[in-house]
């Protein structure tokens, strides 16, 4: 089967991923997409797995829509299913792309989707929170959502500030806003018009209220331009304080408490799970403070950290202090969401912001649970001696270093008017963190080990019978048979503003990189590159001697003492053989086209982005390019080697009821002209939606065709036999969708209905050989959702789907062939409230049939029942029992009971 092409374009981790899923062959995953998901709703995704073979870990990869690089969540287990939730901060108008990755013990890797997971995800529509849809129920209030910011600047009482009555002065300074017509200036404080009672002039507001009672207060201001177009009013509110009495009073805490305990057994294999999680809060009128844990049975000495905690400490608007695990966002060329694990400082005052993060990527893992996941006996590297002796090699593996980063971002310069920044990232792994030795793990012999019996052995073990026969054991100190430890370096700089009154934004931000993907023998010396071109320790790089000692013809001596000494550096970044890149730029072009080879180092990335709404239109037209070296281990899911120019526009149309979206995006891997058959890409998409209203059915119609063209004109040759690596192919991906509430009977419903094909054509399919398998999968997908709310407390909801993909494979006799898999799902479920809504009883039934090669049908049955105890405290135990039926063979294959208890306070 020919590999995608695609999948040189992506980085080596996403590379190895998606090569082992490209070839993979099983269905061993169900996974169908959510309808849909709204903007601060958490969204759940789940997957059921066919296979016996133990899960490793299982993970979802995800992104704005067209967004550059991938966030990742990891997924648990909670049968039948595996659960993953998406945080609803992280969810956007502009769309969900994502895919998920599970790796089986066996070494196997499967996706969803099945081909190129990372480069055609799935999609999913977002649509507004239920805030944002309140702003579109009148026209004139979709408009103010589009309304320009002014840029002026509160000077007093700063938000959340205390002040005390008599020193209560309101003021802002509009130098910044030349653009704003003081005579549309209205100002309101506490809901009562000031306007009045203000002074405005000389580009400042200033209001002196009398004596205001304790409390809080707040200041609304309204205006306009010039030219008589609303701008977006601005609010902030702050606390009046007599002593400290007052403060007492605006004193808050609250939050809650819960602990989850589970039972399941999966294909006969039992898991137990408990968990205990809290968050809580405490607030003042000038600061408050968050903090969150999680505890859970799945921590592990063998994985990175499953337990959580973490707090905010934040003042007014202008301090943020993060502390234990959190996700820090400075730019998707740096870090983008990951998780890190230490300390977050993030200031925001006029004219100055200021990022600063500091922990660990990493922890270090010691080793893997098992034989030969700790130490691994070398059967090639044992050498005997003259004497007699022979020496054994012992390697380690199994491990993870403790991978440390810190990153700082500084910006300068209004928010909405002319600013730029600096910023850097630098990573690296602790050799130290890992033991060469720990503790007395196990590790196979095997039968060519001469003086050895074949067997398992204990670290001590070995050790004692090596030495018993007069035998060595050399135990490698370094260069590991794991992961090589690695380092990194990121810089660069942002510059950005805003034109014709916020309507108008352009940013442009430029990063290069150094990263170094083995460390082990440190920095090197000057003395080490005097020897690295040449034998000769001469003090001279490059020089090649004769017989005679003499500097060969041609040979150009550089005195080392002239060269850059990298030691000086090495506590921020290593430098030595093993660095990417080595020389920076191609040293072939840059005489000839200095810029040109500038912009396209192979370690640089930038982005140029303009974005604008005028007239109901919101654009965005973006080039953006990553180079095939760039690397930054704070986003290791950040697509190299890829350039893209990205143009799209929405439309509001029928009062903000009706919304089209146009995008256009190419994309290649030609940054280098050294590079043979590029492949490019060209994506077209269109959508519509439409929402009359709340009451009313609404509708999306989504269109996208991807279209791949690698130039490779030719057959390749490998091993002596002919290979089709040519590229030229259409996928098509076509949604519709239909949202409908219905009242019968005094019974509300709400019906949804999608409808999904994906279809792939082979534009060379006339010109290839018979029996070429063109490696691409098409769906088609039906799905049908009601849920029912009754007039008495009873809600139900009723859901099918039929899923039917068609597969390509090569038969035994050498023909290629689309073999149908069909998934059919239907499910009922329902809750009931009783005891005046104390008690909520659930149940539910689902059913899920899997045609092609084979077939099997699963039924899986669940209840839930979920109490109010005293106050506060709720109680929910729920249970699943999963039979599955394979042939004509049914077994119990999941069973499980959950008990949560969660406490609000």
């Known amino acids: 089967m020919a590999v995608d092409r695609t999948i040189l374009r992506l980085t080596p981790k996403i590379l190895f991923l998606t090569v082992c899923l490209s070839v993979g062959s099983a269905q061993v995953i169900y996974h169908k997409p959510p309808d849909g998901g709204k903007v601060g709703e958490n969204l759940e995704l789940s997957l059921m797995l066919f296979t016996d073979i133990?899960?490793?870990?299982?993970?979802?990869?995800?992104?704005?829509?067209?967004?550059l690089s991938f966030s990742e969540i990891t997924m648990w287990r909670s049968a039948p299913n595996w659960?993953?939730?998406?945080?609803?901060?992280?969810?956007t108008e502009k769309g969900l792309e994502y895919c998920i990755v599970v790796n089986l013990e066996d070494g196997s890797s499967h996706a969803s989707p099945r081909q190129s997971p990372f480069d055609i995800p799935h999609k999913i529509l977002i649509k507004a929170g239920e805030d944002k849809f309140k702003n579109f129920n009148t026209s004139a209030q979709a408009a103010a959502a589009l309304l320009a910011t002014?840029?002026?600047?509160?000077?007093?009482?700063?938000p959340s500030e205390l002040v005390r009555p008599e020193n209560v002065v309101i003021a802002v300074s509009m130098f910044s806003a030349p653009q704003v017509d003081s005579a549309s200036i209205r100002i309101e404080l506490d809901g009562v018009d000031q306007t009045a009672s203000s002074i405005i002039e000389s580009g400042i507001i200033s209001l002196t209220p009398g004596l205001l009672t304790d409390g809080l207060h707040t200041v609304d201001l309204y205006m306009g331009t010039s030219y008589g177009m609303e701008m977006e009013p601005l609010s902030w509110a702050f606390t009046v304080t007599s002593g400290m009495e007052s403060i007492l009073e605006e004193f808050s805490y609250g939050g809650k408490m819960g602990s989850r305990m589970s039972h399941e057994?999966?294909?006969?294999?039992?898991?137990?799970?408990?968990?205990?999680?809290?968050?809580?809060?405490?607030s003042l009128p000038f600061a408050e403070f968050k903090g969150s844990f999680r505890q859970t049975s799945r921590e592990s000495n063998y994985q990175q950290p499953q337990n959580r905690m973490s707090g905010t400490f934040k003042m007014s608007e202008y301090v943020d202090i993060k502390f234990g695990d959190f996700n820090p966002r400075l730019s998707p060329f740096l870090i983008d969401g990951r998780r890190v694990r230490g300390t977050g400082v993030f200031l925001d005052i006029p004219w100055f912001r200021f990022q600063y993060v500091k922990g660990q990527l990493n922890r270090a893992v010691q080793n893997q649970d098992g034989v030969d996941k700790t130490y691994q006996f070398l059967t090639?590297?044992?050498?005997?001696?003259?004497?007699?002796?022979?020496?054994?090699?012992?390697?380690?593996?199994?491990?993870?270093?403790?991978?440390?980063?810190?990153?700082?971002?500084?910006?300068?310069?209004?928010?909405?008017?002319?600013?730029?920044?600096?910023?850097?990232?630098?990573?690296?792994?602790?050799?130290?963190s890992v033991r060469q030795v720990f503790g007395n793990q196990s590790f196979t012999v095997d039968s060519s080990a001469t003086g050895l019996d074949a067997g398992t052995y204990s670290y001590s073990g070995f050790l004692s019978t090596v030495d018993a026969a007069g035998n060595v054991v050399d135990f490698k100190e370094d260069h590991w048979g794991g992961n090589s430890p690695q380092d990194n370096v990121v810089f660069g700089f942002d510059v950005g503003s805003s034109f014709d009154d916020r309507k108008l934004t352009l940013d442009f931000s430029w990063n290069v990189s150094l990263f170094?993907?083995?460390?082990w023998d440190g920095v090197m010396t000057r003395t080490e590159m005097d020897t690295a071109l040449d034998d000769s320790l001469d003090g001279l790089i490059g020089v090649q001697y004769d017989e005679n000692g003499n500097a060969t013809a041609g040979s150009v001596a550089i005195d080392t003492n002239e060269v850059f000494d990298p030691i000086p550096w090495k506590a921020i970044f290593i430098m030595n053989a093993n660095m990417t890149p080595l020389v920076p730029f191609d040293v072939t072009t840059i005489e000839s086209s200095p810029i040109s080879t500038i912009i396209n180092m192979p370690s640089s990335a930038f982005s140029i982005k303009a974005k604008g709404h005028y007239a109901k239109n919101n654009f965005i037209a973006e080039y953006r390019q990553v180079g095939p070296e760039y690397v930054s281990l704070g986003n290791p899911y950040l697509t190299s080697n890829v350039r893209e120019f990205i143009l799209s526009n929405r439309l509001a149309l029928l009062d903000?009821?009706?919304?089209?979206?146009?995008?256009?995006?190419?994309?290649?891997?030609e940054i280098l002209k050294a590079t043979l058959d590029p492949l490019n890409t060209t994506t077209?998409?269109?959508?519509?939606?439409?929402?009359?209203?709340?009451?009313?059915?609404?509708?999306?119609?989504?269109?996208?065709?991807?279209g791949k063209y690698n130039e490779k004109t030719e057959m390749d040759t490998v091993a002596g036999e002919l290979v089709d690596l040519r590229e030229d192919s259409r996928a098509v991906n076509t949604l519709a969708s239909v949202n409908i509430p219905l009242t019968i009977l005094d019974i509300s419903h709400f019906v949804v209905v999608n409808y999904n094909t994906i279809k792939n054509t082979d534009n060379l399919g006339s010109k290839r050989a018979g029996n070429y398998l063109f490696p691409k999968t098409d769906t088609e997908t039906l799905s049908l959702n009601l849920s029912s709310k009754y007039t008495i407390p009873l809600r139900t909801n009723l859901s099918f789907s039929n899923t039917e993909l068609f597969l390509p494979f090569t038969s035994t006799d050498g023909r290629v062939e689309k073999v149908r898999y069909t998934w059919t799902t239907a499910g009922l479920a329902g809750q009931y409230k009783l005891m005046n809504d104390k008690l909520r009883v659930s149940g539910g039934i689902s059913y899920l049939s899997s045609k092609g090669l084979s077939e099997s049908t699963i039924v899986s049955v669940k209840g839930a029942a979920d109490m109010d105890v005293i106050e506060g405290m709720s109680a929910i135990l729920s249970g699943v029992l999963q039979l599955t039926k394979t042939g004509d063979e049914t077994e119990i294959n999941t069973t499980g009971i959950i008990l949560k208890l969660r406490y609000n306070f």
């Open 265 to 282: 057994s999966l294909s006969g294999v039992n898991y137990d799970v408990t968990e205990l999680t809290g968050e809580g809060f405490v």
């Open 684 to 706: 077209l998409g269109m959508n519509m939606s439409l929402n009359p209203g709340s009451n009313s059915p609404s509708y999306v119609v989504n269109f996208q065709s991807v």
């Open 150 to 158: 002014p840029d002026v600047l509160i000077l007093s009482p700063e």
């Open 380 to 432: 090639n590297d044992l050498t005997t001696d003259s004497t007699g002796k022979t020496t054994y090699t012992l390697d380690r593996v199994g491990y993870t270093f403790q991978r440390k980063m810190t990153a700082i971002k500084l910006s300068v310069g209004p928010k909405y008017g002319l600013h730029a920044g600096v910023h850097m990232l630098q990573a690296r792994d602790d050799i130290e």
């Open 516 to 519: 170094n993907r083995d460390i």
């Open 83 to 91: 659960i993953a939730v998406l945080p609803g901060t992280r969810l």
């Open 54 to 67: 133990p899960v490793t870990n299982a993970t979802v990869y995800f992104r704005e829509t067209g967004g």
């Open 656 to 669: 903000y009821k009706m919304f089209l979206t146009g995008t256009y995006k190419y994309r290649d891997n």
